[in-house]
């Protein structure tokens, strides 16, 4: 096949061909290919799309559910460690719990006396416990796995709050520690179990705008009271992931898209632009507008963008492993994609707003290959995780992770060569000169002796060269003396 006989090929041809491939790939992709099977990476040192093997798969819809109905204004999806699905079927004022397996569900609208309204957020604890963000009656609403009512978490009473404080929970969570998470604004609000504050974590920080700076220096009193007060980027939605940090995304286009929380609320997650810029009908350029999160059990990091349809996934080190989705009317396209779920066998839900459906995508192969062997080197396993990369470059040569991934497996098996020539072809200039020099390093260990008798040996020659340099020096200087003539 082509990727054995790339293989075979000097490295400089080798990395000449991956543009023409790339290309190829684009060029011979058949036509009506459906937006899930539509797959690429981005160069991050030029920006480009590059064309990759399909990575996920349309499976099937999820749309009217037998003795329930249809599903309306889908605001949020949560999936169980057992695979059940959760969904905010807002539009409906209710949360359902699907089995994708069986298509089976069941619906929870809340105590009789005050029902939910308009809920948008849900979380399950492990002992199968709901917390639902029941926006339209400002409370969390905390029900028992059959749905009865054990509490409701309302507006905490603090000065802190002030007295305009509203409390709208849009998205839920429970920490391990027992704290309620919801968004507020620019901040996580947190809540103990006795409905007391207990502060904001994870604040989004205030842009720097040099018309502001401008306003402010120049501009009049009257003027300026007549200006919106600039705030920090707004969360749009959170997750809380098995490893027990939150992931977050929000309007922060400073680097703060992405966010992965800590303890006490520093974002961990790198730090860099997200996403692509799209264009609107008057070809003004759109940021990425990420409506929700999920994170798998590897810590795969998966975001969707509602502007496009377009779904990105990237390792919790913040590296894009692939892109795909789209907006449009055929299967495996979306109207307003704003909520993500992933399942055990790695199925990725995909809500739409707009049509109150839930969309399946299933791994194929290639993306298998890649997270066995993400999170094979993570567990510190690089002999097995190379064998995972070696598959993917069997089904891809042009894939840049796999030579980026296989240059530091042998750069830790201290193969220095054999990790520069990854490096290379991965483009990772920095990569590549930390191999060099434990190459040089080892060479000259290995060589010491030679090394240390050609110093000698040029230390030597030196000195004698200096000394005819100086006796022809002090010879020349005798002649000039007598006028010229020799002796």
Same mark, same amino acid.
């Given at each position: 096949?082509?990727?054995?006989?790339?293989?075979?090929?000097?490295?400089?041809?080798?990395?000449?061909?991956?543009?023409?491939?790339?290309?190829?790939?684009?060029?011979?992709?058949?036509?009506?290919?459906?937006?899930?099977?539509?797959?690429?990476?981005?160069?991050?040192?030029?920006?480009?799309?590059?064309?990759?093997?399909?990575?996920?798969?349309?499976?099937?819809?999820? %749309?009217?559910?037998?003795?329930? *109905?249809?599903?309306?204004?889908?605001?949020?999806?949560?999936?169980?460690?057992?695979?059940?699905?959760?969904?905010?079927?807002?539009?409906?004022?209710?949360?359902?719990?699907?089995?994708? %397996?069986?298509?089976?569900?069941?619906?929870?609208t809340g105590p009789d006396d005050r029902p939910l309204k308009g809920?948008?957020?849900?979380?399950?604890?492990?002992?199968?416990?709901?917390?639902?963000?029941?926006?339209?009656?400002?409370?969390?609403?905390?029900?028992?796995?059959?749905?009865?009512?054990?509490?409701?978490?309302?507006?905490?009473?603090?000065?802190?709050?002030?007295?305009?404080?509203?409390?709208?929970?849009?998205?839920?969570?429970?920490?391990?520690?027992?704290?309620?998470?919801?968004?507020?604004?620019?901040?996580?609000?947190?809540?103990?179990?006795?409905?007391?504050?207990?502060?904001?974590?994870?604040?989004?920080?205030?842009?720097?705008?040099?018309?502001?700076?401008?306003?402010?220096?120049? %501009?009049?009193?009257?003027?300026?009271?007549?200006?919106?007060?600039?705030?920090?980027?707004?969360?749009?939605?959170?997750?809380?992931?098995?490893?027990?940090?939150?992931?977050?995304?929000?309007?922060?286009?400073?680097?703060?898209?992405?966010?992965?929380?800590?303890?006490?609320?520093k974002n961990i997650f790198p730090e860099h632009f997200y996403g692509?810029?799209?264009?609107?009908?008057?070809?003004?350029?759109?940021?990425?507008?990420?409506?929700?999160?999920?994170?798998?059990?590897?810590?795969?990091?998966?975001?969707?963008?509602?502007?496009?349809?377009?779904?990105?996934?990237?390792?919790?080190?913040?590296?894009?492993?692939?892109?795909?989705?789209?907006?449009?009317?055929?299967?495996?396209?979306?109207?307003a994609a704003n909520g993500l779920a992933v399942d055990s066998g790695?199925?990725?839900?995909?809500?739409?707003?707009?049509?109150?459906?839930?969309?399946?995508?299933?791994?194929?192969?290639?993306?298998?290959?890649?997270?066995?062997?993400? *999170?094979?080197?993570?567990?510190?396993?690089?002999?097995?995780?190379?064998?995972?990369?070696?598959?993917?470059?069997?089904?891809?040569?042009?894939?840049?992770?796999?030579?980026?991934?296989?240059?530091?497996?042998?750069?830790?098996?201290?193969?220095?060569?054999?990790?520069?020539?990854?490096?290379?072809?991965?483009?990772?200039?920095?990569?590549?000169?930390?191999?060099?020099?434990?190459?040089?390093?080892?060479?000259?260990?290995?060589?010491?002796?030679?090394?240390?008798?050609?110093?000698?040996?040029?230390?030597?020659?030196?000195?004698?060269?200096?000394?005819?340099?100086?006796?022809?020096?002090?010879?020349?200087?005798?002649?000039?003396?007598?006028?010229?003539?020799?002796?």
């Open positions: 096949m082509a990727s054995n006989f790339l293989r075979h090929l000097p490295p400089g041809i080798r990395r000449s061909l991956v543009p023409l491939a790339v290309l190829l790939a684009f060029i011979l992709q058949p036509a009506g290919v459906g937006a899930a099977e539509s797959s690429y990476t981005i160069d991050p040192s030029t920006g480009r799309r590059e064309a990759i093997p399909s990575c996920y798969e349309y499976e099937e819809t999820i %749309a009217v559910l037998e003795g329930l *109905g249809s599903m309306k204004g889908i605001r949020d999806l949560y999936m169980t460690g057992d695979d059940r699905l959760f969904v905010a079927d807002t539009g409906n004022d209710r949360i359902l719990s699907i089995d994708p %397996a069986t298509g089976t569900a069941t619906a929870f809920p948008e957020g849900v979380f399950v604890d492990a002992g199968g416990d709901l917390y639902i963000a029941d926006t339209g009656n400002e409370r969390i609403v905390h029900l028992s796995p059959d749905g009865t009512f054990i509490e409701a978490f309302v507006k905490p009473e603090s000065e802190l709050l002030g007295p305009n404080f509203r409390f709208t929970p849009r998205k839920v969570a429970l920490s391990p520690t027992g704290y309620l998470y919801t968004i507020k604004d620019q901040s996580m609000l947190q809540l103990d179990a006795y409905n007391n504050f207990r502060g904001y974590v994870g604040s989004t920080r205030l842009e720097f705008s040099l018309n502001a700076l401008l306003i402010r220096l120049f %501009a009049t009193a009257e003027q300026k009271s007549r200006l919106r007060k600039a705030e920090p980027a707004s969360y749009l939605n959170f997750c809380l992931a098995s490893d027990g940090f939150v992931y977050a995304t929000s309007l922060d286009r400073k680097g703060g898209q992405i966010r992965k929380l800590n303890s006490i609320g692509e810029r799209s264009f609107d009908e008057a070809g003004l350029p759109v940021d990425p507008k990420f409506e929700a999160i999920a994170v798998d059990r590897n810590g795969i990091v998966n975001v969707v963008d509602i502007n496009t349809g377009r779904i990105y996934q990237y390792t919790r080190d913040g590296v894009l492993l692939t892109v795909f989705g789209l907006n449009g009317n055929k299967k495996g396209m979306f109207s790695g199925r990725i839900f995909v809500s739409d707003y707009a049509t109150g459906t839930i969309q399946v995508f299933r791994p194929t192969r290639f993306i298998r290959e890649i997270h066995s062997a993400i *999170g094979l080197f993570q567990d510190g396993r690089y002999e097995e995780a190379e064998i995972h990369w070696r598959n993917v470059q069997e089904v891809c040569e042009t894939y840049r992770l796999a030579y980026d991934s296989l240059g530091r497996i042998d750069y830790k098996a201290d193969r220095f060569s054999e990790s520069m020539e990854s490096y290379f072809l991965a483009g990772n200039k920095e990569g590549y000169s930390l191999a060099f020099v434990e190459l040089r390093h080892e060479w000259i260990r290995d060589h010491f002796a030679w090394v240390v008798l050609a110093a000698l040996v040029v230390l030597l020659a030196g000195i004698q060269a200096i000394r005819r340099f100086r006796r022809y020096s002090a010879e020349n200087v005798d002649r000039l003396a007598r006028g010229g003539k020799n002796p």
